[in-house]
């Protein structure tokens, strides 16, 4: 009897110490396969609809796949906070910069150069966004592109706008949004000249005076100059305005969620596009999960979620087939070269010293009339 009840004892042991040993096991692969388990990374993204399309898309999944812990901070640019925190105490480890804070961060050196070791994906970025579009790889990788169209309504215009210069027509005046922001609106001023390309205006004195002419002439037409982009929807959703320039993710989903009442165009000029990178902000001591963290935004995996997610323009260098249709019909998403032509990156390097002189003309000669 007491021989039987050892064994019985001994048996039972041994399944829990078997169950202990697979649980532990089963713990260390699971933590060997998610190496940056418990680790929490900040990273500053752009706010609104965009932020919550990027958690979904992207920082999801990429939590899941790690196991570390994404922290959220919201702007539309970093770089003034990051300049006011303690250099080995950044406020974030990763920041999303756009054009004139990119290259801000790179002047002023808040930008740690990337160990392209740790991001193979960068192999995935379209090849005329690294050679032609980013002024830099050395401390930023491209992620993504908003690009300026023509958003109307559908259902109260005659004809559908597909040039800048059908801001002029007789239909649109006193009917036409325009966005406040600089750089943006100079480049809809080189759109109105005859300059070709467009944006060879902005590069001579003649072509400014041209550029700032031709605003001069569409300020007397529009209904207002918006600062922000829920200005625009609503003077357009209430009839107030019938065109106006605005951004291709949020124009299609505007069209996607009412497509008798919203139309989108991509002009036939071409359009302006901010450029989005992703950094390792200075003094941060998660540089490793930085990197693995902006190696995955340019993995097929995010490029395609995103796409589908938000609409904007995707820098993934093969998206044939993942297109979604309402873009495709907009040739929204470019695949060759003489697409990606259309689209005019920013010149910040060459805008920025000229922003005062441009901006104080901007609203003594064309915003006060």
């Not at 960068?122 to 958003?151: A, C, R, W």
């Amino acid at each position: 009897m007491k021989k039987h009840l050892f064994s019985s004892n001994l048996a039972i042991l041994t399944a829990v110490l078997c169950i202990c040993f697979l649980f532990l096991t089963t713990a260390t692969v699971s933590n060997a396969a998610k190496p940056f388990a418990g680790e929490t990374l900040v990273v500053g993204i752009w706010s609104g609809p965009y932020a919550d399309h990027f958690k979904e898309a992207i920082g999801q999944p990429f939590e899941e796949m790690t196991g570390a812990k994404l922290q959220y901070k919201y702007s539309w640019d970093f770089t003034p906070e990051i300049i006011a925190a303690p250099e080995d105490q950044p406020p974030l480890d990763v920041a999303e910069t756009a054009d004139a804070d990119y290259l801000v961060g790179v002047k002023r050196k808040l930008w740690l150069p990337l160990r392209y070791e740790n991001i193979p994906n960068i192999d995935n970025v379209h090849p005329y966004v690294k050679d032609q579009m980013s002024p830099t790889l050395e401390y930023g990788v491209p992620f993504d592109l908003g690009v300026h169209v023509l958003m109307y309504r559908k259902d109260l215009v005659k004809q559908a706008p597909q040039s800048w210069e059908d801001l002029f027509r007789d239909e649109f005046k006193g009917k036409i949004g325009i966005e406040r922001w600089f750089p943006y609106w100079v480049y809809v001023g080189s759109y109105l000249t005859d300059y070709s390309p467009p944006e060879k205006a902005i590069y001579s004195e003649e072509g400014r005076e041209t550029m700032l002419d031709q605003m001069k002439k569409l300020s007397k037409r529009w209904f207002f100059c918006y600062e922000k982009g829920a200005e625009f929807v609503s003077a357009l959703d209430a009839g107030e305005i019938l065109v106006g320039n605005y951004w291709n993710g949020s124009g299609t989903t505007l069209v996607l969620d009412d497509p008798e009442r919203y139309g989108i165009a991509f002009p036939q000029e071409g359009g302006v596009a901010y450029l989005d990178h992703f950094t390792v902000v200075r003094g941060t001591e998660k540089r490793d999960l930085a990197e693995a963290f902006i190696n995955f935004t340019v993995s097929k995996k995010a490029q395609l979620g995103f796409l589908k997610n938000h609409y904007n323009i995707m820098v993934y260098k093969d998206l044939e087939g993942h297109i979604p249709e309402v873009m495709k019909r907009n040739d929204l998403q470019p695949t060759t070269v003489e697409q990606w032509e259309k689209i005019t990156k920013i010149d910040a390097e060459f805008l920025e010293p000229r922003r005062k002189e441009l901006e104080d003309r901007f609203l003594k000669e064309v915003l006060s009339r």
